[in-house]
């Protein structure tokens, strides 16, 4: 290809994905309008608490979703708050929410009188809005859900704090408005904090003022692609998006586009260093690339797409999500990031640009720099080094038993102050903790009346009846009733669900007819879906990394000992933290899919390194052999792989801007775990161990003969 040809390709390639991020970037600030948040929206249709659900909506006009208004003094209430309140009520239909819309075009049921606690010092109003509606857009750009609490803590200030009561607007809605104010940082405020930290990371790295500024805009053009096939799928519920899975998404194309350039660049660098023409060294680094690139995109596409085996509507469309960020990642860093590269020449790398001296990375084994010496370490003493390395790891994974996963209250998952948290904190101790979030038992009317005496015999529930109100006869539909049981404790707290679970239990040996819902029920479905998401995904994961490893390296004893290395690299991680989340930061707990969030970004994204190294490791073995070709690949790839493990690890750890308890334990796991990925397992134990095998480790291809 002639030099004027090369150029207009790059012309043709750069114009494509201005015109690709002229369309993708707008989707990027508009995945937030797409979002679904509400675990009864990801839970299997023939979960309980789903049946229960859609059952439940025949005994309501519409879903209503319930707001707390909690009100109370230090002393009794008087007969003037009370009359301060009954103001309040009144006034409450008319309470604006934006472009002329009140909040009585959105109840459900009138606002009833303010139930008094026993202790006379609270005053409890329920808010009910229609929950079909939450999503409408009110206002500037904001959903009723938010509106609604907004408006209300603002007239709350107006009406009743001046008249020294404390105020506090929580439940659900309150819960889910406050989630809305927590995930609003992360168009802004996440993606800026990546793309920053990743910058200062390559500033170091490259030392060159203008090769960062390349890589990040690979980065912005991948995630410009990947967001404008995301926001069309999510907004006609093609995939599910949510906060997470958007913050999750930002952060792996940041950090996956980073590698793959890392990889490209170190290579194309090094191609520089031979050829005087910056086509044929562009020819030769991205033909070199292609394959491990490919075959690490591939892993984690894969990987994410096992996903969708799981029963939990969050995590399986997590899968796609992740994979359409890899993929737009993968493109953007083998087709524009080229392109740039070639556009600018040598001159990008200035100040350090590289000359045609025919110096190598590999001349460097054994020698004094970092790399050298470890890759001469990993030649003398290998046993040595994999054993202890080996050793350390399962010192660390020893601890993984006591990784708590059995779920949070809603409470716990904010790690800033939130009104909503305060709030069910004061409700709890005037009235029951489960009050205004009951258990919803469905059953046959015939019934009811067994199940009512059955519920409230069970330790933790409070009240239990088929009315709405005293003296009123329960609604029958169908012939059935909808029993509601108040619990004595937090209705989405740990020891909620087990009181769910005993509930269950005593009630089906009355009759298997008798469904019991709610939050709650949700909170425990959600649990035992995650649980059997491990049992079946994390094995369905492991034997797709296998047989991509097995066809990519062209052997059965390289793919074991890399699968094996990275389980335990991910058993010591998930010991680690468990001692950091237990001990040193005590957290309440863990979201039930954590574990198997972390394992798959661990595992898909970890394997990455051991990719990058082998594949290097065969290349060089074909030409020098295997023990000399373990301790060349150590060295060549020692510096680009350590960046691109840092890089993936800061922009993981940018998920901890977001005051999210599950985001934050995700960023501690996956930015922990790359790191001792890239310094213990792909630097001492994966080499070190194929350096003792020797030339067996490529059986049953021809290397091993």
Not at 46 to 63: I, Q, R, Y
Not at 310 to 339: D, E, N, Q
Not at 607 to 635: C, H, K, N, W
Request: net charge neutral.
């Amino acid at each position: 290809m002639n030099r004027w040809r090369w150029r207009a390709g790059i012309a043709a390639v750069l114009i494509v994905w201005l015109v690709l991020g002229a369309v993708g970037g707008p989707a990027v600030g508009k995945l937030s309008e797409v979002q679904q948040n509400d675990n009864a929206n990801f839970l299997p249709k023939k979960a309980e608490s789903t049946l229960v659900a859609n059952e439940a909506a025949k005994f309501v006009d519409s879903k209503a979703l319930p707001y707390f208004v909690l009100i109370e003094r230090d002393t009794p209430i008087t007969t003037a708050d009370q009359a301060t309140v009954t103001a309040f009520v009144a006034g409450l239909p008319a309470l604006g929410l934006g472009d002329g819309k009140k909040l009585g075009d959105y109840l459900v049921a009138p606002v009833g009188t303010a139930r008094p606690s026993d202790d006379h010092k609270a005053l409890l109003l329920t808010v009910q809005i229609d929950g079909d509606r939450a999503d409408e857009v009110v206002g500037q750009g904001e959903t009723v859900l938010y509106a609604v609490a907004k408006a209300l803590r603002a007239d709350i200030k107006d009406s009743l704090t001046p008249a020294g009561l404390q105020v506090y607007v929580t439940g659900p809605g309150g819960v889910f408005a406050d989630f809305v104010v927590a995930f609003s940082g992360i168009d802004g405020i996440l993606l800026g904090v990546a793309l920053a930290v990743v910058f200062v990371i390559l500033l170091i790295v490259y030392r060159s003022p203008i090769l960062p500024i390349a890589v990040l805009l690979t980065a912005v053009f991948g995630l410009a692609l990947a967001a404008s096939v995301v926001y069309p799928l999510a907004k006609h519920g093609v995939l599910q998006l949510n906060g997470q899975s958007q913050g999750i998404l930002f952060i792996l194309v940041v950090g996956a586009s980073t590698d793959y350039a890392l990889l490209l660049v170190s290579r194309y660098k090094e191609e520089l260093h031979d050829y005087e023409s910056k086509y044929q060294a562009m020819r030769v680094a991205w033909r070199a690339a292609i394959e491990p690139i490919a075959a690490s995109a591939a892993t984690v596409i894969l990987g994410l797409l096992c996903l969708l085996l799981s029963r939990l509507g969050s995590t399986k469309g997590l899968g796609p999500v992740g994979a359409l960020g890899i993929a737009g990642a993968f493109v953007a860093a083998m087709t524009f990031l080229p392109a740039i590269l070639l556009a600018f020449g040598r001159r990008i790398f200035w100040p350090s640009i590289p000359r045609v001296d025919h110096v190598h990375s590999r001349d460097q084994v054994g020698g004094r720099r970092l790399w050298g010496r470890v890759s001469g370490l990993v030649g003398r003493r290998s046993r040595r080094v994999w054993a202890i390395s080996a050793l350390a790891l399962l010192a660390c994974a020893a601890f993984l038993p006591t990784f708590k996963a059995s779920g949070t209250s809603q409470e716990d998952l904010f790690l800033n102050k939130v009104e909503s948290v305060t709030g069910q904190e004061q409700l709890a101790k005037h009235f029951d903790a489960g009050a205004g979030t009951p258990v919803e038992i469905l059953t046959p009317v015939a019934l009811a009346d067994r199940v009512v005496q059955a519920a409230t015999k069970v330790d933790g529930v409070g009240a239990a009846s088929a009315s709405i109100a005293p003296g009123v006869p329960p609604k029958v539909v169908d012939g059935k009733v909808m029993v509601q049981a108040t619990l004595k404790i937090p209705a989405d707290s740990p020891d909620a669900t087990k009181i769910v679970k005993h509930l269950r239990a005593d009630l089906d040996s009355i009759s298997p007819q008798i469904l019991v819902g709610g939050n709650t029920a949700i909170n425990l479905d959600v649990l035992d879906a995650a649980q059997r998401d491990l049992k079946v995904i994390i094995p369905t994961i492991l034997a797709v990394i296998f047989v991509v490893l097995m066809l990519l390296l062209r052997s059965l004893v390289a793919a074991v000992l890399l699968v094996i290395a990275n389980v335990l690299s991910f058993g010591a991680t998930v010991g680690v933290s468990a001692l950091m989340f237990n001990h040193v930061f005590k957290f309440p707990g863990a979201d039930p899919g954590i574990p198997l969030y972390a394992f798959v970004f661990l595992v898909a994204l970890g394997i990455d390194y051991s990719i990058f190294l082998m594949t290097r490791v065969r290349e060089e073995s074909q030409e020098q052999g295997t023990r000399p070709g373990i301790l060349v690949g150590l060295a060549v790839t020692g510096g680009v792989i350590t960046s691109a493990g840092v890089v993936l690890a800061a922009t993981f750890s940018a998920l901890a801007v977001l005051p999210i308890l599950f985001l934050v334990q995700i960023a501690f796991m996956v930015a922990f775990g790359v790191l001792l990925d890239t310094t213990v397992v792909r630097s001492l134990l994966v080499p070190s161990l194929a350096h003792d095998i020797g030339k067996k480790v490529w059986w049953p291809s021809k290397l091993a003969s």
